[in-house]
């Protein structure tokens, strides 16, 4: 087998310069502020909506097909609009 498939939430794949994490979220939960400093961020929307902060100051309502790319030095927060499923690669600098 060449590739692997990963439907499930939590850590889907990592390597030595990146992670893949698939968060599964409630409509109403939140994610805390937090950043990954040494990390690029690509967050991808796969399911729902998602009210998204970057520095507590930058808003973006996210929806399936949405992708924001930033730079983890910046802190993020937001929360599930609805039930919601989204994808976190983080890539090494």
């Known amino acids: ?10 850590m889907l ?4 310069n990146f992670k893949v994490v698939k968060k599964v979220l ?4 939140a994610i805390p502020s937090h950043n990954h400093e040494n990390e ?3 967050f991808t929307v796969l399911k729902g909506k ?9 808003k973006h309502i996210l929806v399936p097909g949405d992708i924001l790319h930033f730079d983890g030095v910046n802190f993020i927060n937001g929360a599930a609009l609805v039930d919601s499923e989204v994808s976190v690669t983080l890539i090494k600098k």
């Open 13 to 16: 794949f990592s390597g030595n």
């Open 50 to 58: 998602m009210e998204i902060f970057l520095n507590e100051t930058e």
């Open 26 to 29: 409630k409509s109403g939960e």
């Open 40 to 42: 690029e961020i690509i």
């Open 1 to 10: 087998m060449f590739g692997t498939v990963k439907n499930e939430g939590g």
